[in-house]
């Protein structure tokens, strides 16, 4: 009989325990990442896949490159998806970050309303940047230091002598690249976009919005992403040994070509080409 209570009072207390503990947490990484990936959709896609195949939940903050490169440096990411080369070269030799490696592209363009007011279409990009500030058409920038923000600056610079940010018809929205699309619209103005973000506003109108594609096809408008871990030596709290599944994970075989099948209208988003 107190064998018996004593069994039973065992089994109770296992109980409690494993009641109280429950299962072990689930492994997060936490990646800061252009706005781009998240409004395409593209990471609603991975993220399942990602979970699936290494048990991680991959999260993620969506701001321009800029900020997300902040983000690492102020050790508040594990790893980064971005696009601005330069930047990421910088970063990377100045110690912030690690393992960069490039994972897809695909380009920029100048979009505008059909009746295209500075007659651009068809143009090289900086001489259409040029008929459009010659004309003074209404131009619309992310002016939030984002990759696409950090090309166009560049574009403005071998157009002429730089942005016109102190001329009226220049407007800065300080958003992201989906947000300033719909304040060109708005404004019957000329952006400049990445492909991806465009094909899916464009999905949103049933192929028919209100901005459509004037310039294209230099090989100054390529948009290369890149993917990287923050520098564990100067982060003690980042998630290295994550961050290196994560890069290796979207790297392989299996992901590159899921990452080549994601098509909106029949269209590619974004084209792999990791090395």
């Not at 980064?80 to 030799?93: F, G, I, Q």
């Not at 300080?174 to 952006?191: F, H, L, P």
């Amino acid at each position: 009989m107190q064998l018996n209570r004593m069994l039973i009072a065992l089994f109770v207390c296992l109980f409690l325990f494993l009641g109280t503990t429950g299962p072990a947490a689930a492994e997060d990484l936490m990646l800061a990442t252009t706005t781009s990936t998240d409004n395409t959709g593209l990471l609603d896609k991975l993220a399942p896949m990602f979970e699936k195949d290494t048990g991680i939940t991959l999260k993620w903050t969506a701001v321009g490159t800029g900020k997300a490169l902040e983000l690492g440096r102020n050790c508040d990411a594990d790893a980064l998806l971005v696009h601005a080369p330069n930047a990421e070269k910088r970063y990377v030799e100045n110690g912030y970050g690690v393992d960069r490696t490039q994972i897809m592209y695909n380009d920029f363009i100048i979009i505008g309303p059909p009746g295209d007011p500075a007659g651009i279409k068809g143009m090289k990009v900086t001489k259409a940047l040029s008929r459009i500030e010659a004309k003074g058409a209404d131009f619309a920038s992310r002016g939030d230091d984002s990759g696409t923000h950090k090309n166009e600056l560049q574009l403005w610079k071998a157009a002429g002598d730089g942005a016109p940010s102190d001329k009226q018809w220049y407007m800065e929205t300080g958003q992201g690249m989906m947000s300033t699309i719909r304040v060109a619209a708005e404004k019957d103005a000329y952006t400049m976009a990445d492909r991806g973000t465009y094909i899916k506003y464009a999905d949103n109108f049933d192929g028919d919005p209100p901005l459509e594609v004037l310039v294209e096809g230099d090989k100054i408008l390529f948009n290369q992403y890149s993917a990287m871990a923050v520098n564990p030596d100067r982060c003690d709290n980042v998630d290295y040994e994550s961050a290196q599944k994560f890069i290796d994970w979207i790297t392989s075989e299996h992901v590159q070509k899921a990452i080549g099948e994601y098509r909106l209208l029949g269209k590619t988003l974004f084209t792999p080409n990791a090395k």
